[in-house]
């Protein structure tokens, strides 16, 4: 048998709040990893990163750092991901880009492997990860697509904090003390983008993610409308999604409002989530038991519950979708992106 190809990977941004989870990802799978090389901005070059048991030193994410480089983690930020994801595919690696940089450009695959793995192999150098809030919603919608047929999508998002990295974590943390203590504060980071105004997040729930665009969606709730379509390959289906920042950590939440081609049963659409890839399905009233953040959280899979039908629409269902904004919605979903690829390979 011959031997198996060894690859050296890199994961740039590997001390922010996705690139950790990067780095716990691939120490938990079995890629089979030649080196690990670690890249941030230059304020972090020499900070030390332990790795199966191994102290990596993290540089700074410059051309001349891709020589050598397999595949490319990227989730440092569009402007860096601009910047350095040709020179990276220029030295020879596939990138795997965590950014909104390029997951429209029609030379460049979105992939959720659950969905569309097959489009890993059109890459021409880089693959995209969709937004984390698609992500989830089509890997749970997907088993019932394939089954009743999709036609119309009308979804409200509860994110959590860490979708916009470590400073709006730390960001909630303090304002929640100040609240509670009764102090004042200035908000600083979230809405994230550069707006002219920041609000409270402690304690309260902002329907603006990302900036506005001219349709009065915001570019969050274009991504999920966009990216949606993309991935499945069907401008057909209509889709419509208000997007929500929430005071929770991690952990983005989902009401799903789906309408199908057929009429859907709710038993049948249950066993089809069920036996899904990725998805556990977590839907029993009796015991109050359905998908949460703080449970989700840590897992890589996609949380189904709430199951139900339609009170007026004998094609429509009602989903209650939650997943690890970090995992699923970003590291996990680009490792098994970068693992798929190498099975294959
Ligand atoms: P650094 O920690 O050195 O600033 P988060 O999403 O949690 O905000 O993290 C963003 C990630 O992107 C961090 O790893 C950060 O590194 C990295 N980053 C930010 N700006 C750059 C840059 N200009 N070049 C490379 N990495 C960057």
């Avoid at 011959?2 to 709040?17: D, F, N, W």
């Avoid at 470590?166 to 304002?175: I, T």
């Avoid at 990216?227 to 419509?240: A, L, N, R, Y």
Wanted: proline share 5%; hydrophobic share 40%.
């Amino acid at each position: 048998m011959a031997e198996q190809k060894q690859y050296h990977i890199a994961v740039v941004g590997a001390t922010g709040a996705v690139g950790q989870q990067m780095i716990k990802t691939l120490e938990e799978r079995d890629l089979p990893i030649s080196k690990l090389t670690l890249l941030a901005s230059a304020r972090s070059a020499g900070k030390e990163v332990s790795f199966k048991g191994e102290t990596l030193t993290i540089q700074e994410a410059k051309p001349e750092a891709f020589e050598g480089i397999d595949i490319a983690l990227f989730s440092a930020g569009g402007s860096v991901s601009r910047k350095l994801a040709h020179e990276a595919v220029e030295r020879g690696a596939l990138v795997i880009d965590n950014t909104s940089a390029f997951r429209m450009d029609p030379e460049v695959p979105l992939v959720v492997p659950e969905v569309n793995p097959e489009d890993i192999f059109k890459h021409k150098g880089i693959i995209a990860n969709p937004n984390c809030s698609t992500i989830q919603m089509v890997v749970a919608l997907q088993p019932l697509r394939e089954r009743f047929g999709l036609k119309r999508v009308i979804t409200s998002t509860y994110q959590a904090v860490s979708g916009a990295g470590h400073s709006a974590v730390d960001e909630l943390k303090k304002q929640s003390k100040a609240v509670l203590e009764e102090e004042s504060f200035t908000p600083d980071i979230l809405p994230v983008g550069s707006l002219e105004k920041k609000h409270q997040m402690a304690f309260n729930v902002v329907p603006q993610i990302d900036v506005f665009q001219d349709n009065g969606f915001t570019f969050e709730e274009m991504k999920m409308i966009n990216e949606t379509k993309k991935i499945m390959h069907d401008d057909g289906i209509q889709v419509s999604v208000t997007c929500v920042r929430v005071p929770v950590f991690t952990g983005h939440s989902e009401a799903v409002y789906v309408e199908f081609e057929k009429d859907a049963d709710v038993q049948e659409a249950r066993q089809l989530l069920a036996q899904a890839p990725g998805v556990v399905v977590e839907d029993d009233p009796q015991t109050q038991h359905y998908p949460l953040a703080t449970t989700s959280e840590g897992k890589n899979e996609v949380f189904v519950g709430r199951i139900r039908k339609d009170l007026d629409q004998p094609n429509g269902l009602h989903l209650w979708v939650v997943s690890d904004n970090l995992l699923k919605g970003a590291a996990w979903n680009s490792v098994q992106i970068a693992e798929t690829y190498i099975e294959k390979a």
